[in-house]
């Protein structure tokens, strides 16, 4: 496979299904930001020590690439293969977080990103879930968009927070109180 194909150095970029678009266009920003994010699930996972939080997160980076492939689908085009994203994807990752949050102290107050590096790197790959989510939203306004995509980018969101917890929590950081001056 050949990584250089030169058919984009104009700016534009074909969707899955032959369209070509800008490459400034919401559609390839939204699943540019998911590829994003799946980068640094990917730093995110090297700071993993648990088998099953490592086979969980490649997991959920392979989920990414699903949903990457139905935002880079293009829109109206009949017979695209494109995976599935089931229900239960949603519910890993809230048994996750119900799993994690059982070993963390109560949440009371506002707390900065930070901790360890672990941790600061969760906290990074959440704001840039939370960008894709916004880029997803932003696309569903115009053209069709599975609500599973939005759903699952806002629960991995608080699935990343509540990791950077505990990694946080495992290191014996403590968490920094946000205190308005």
Known sequence: MKIYTKTGDKGTTALYGGLRLSKAELRIEAYGTVDELNSFLGLAATYLEEKEYSDLMQGIQSRLF???????????????????????????????????????????????????????????????????????????????????????LNRLSDFLFVLARKFAHDANEPEIVWKSH
């Open 66 to 152: 699903d949903i990457g492939t139905h935002l880079a689908a293009e829109p109206g085009k009949k017979n695209l293969v494109l995976p599935e994203i089931p229900d239960t994807a949603i519910t890993l990752l809230e048994q996750y977080i119900d799993k994690m949050n059982e070993t963390l102290p109560e949440l009371k107050f506002f707390i900065l990103p930070g901790g360890n590096k672990a941790a600061s790197v969760c906290h990074v790959a959440r704001t840039v879930c939370r960008r894709a989510e916004r880029c997803v939203v932003r696309l569903s306004e115009n053209d069709k968009i599975e609500p599973i995509l939005i759903q699952y």
